[in-house]
């Protein structure tokens, strides 16, 4: 995932979903180099729900 688009994503993140900034920083370091796969890996730790992961996606699919 382009650094833009990374970027993007953290603030769709942060301001539609109103994820906690220190969960999303905790999913970065959890994805590693995989940032295409940080909304699974904020899933897979329960910093988002299924919902909010669904939104997510949607969200992708448009950008």
Sequence with gaps: MSASKLNQLIEYLCETLA??????S???RQADQ????LP???????????????????WMEEA
């Design 40 to 58: 699974i890996v904020m899933w897979q730790y329960g910093l988002i729900s299924t919902a909010q992961l669904n939104q997510v996606f949607d």
């Design 19 to 24: 994820v906690p900034t220190e969960a999303i």
């Design 26 to 28: 905790l999913g970065l």
């Design 34 to 37: 995989a940032t295409n796969l």
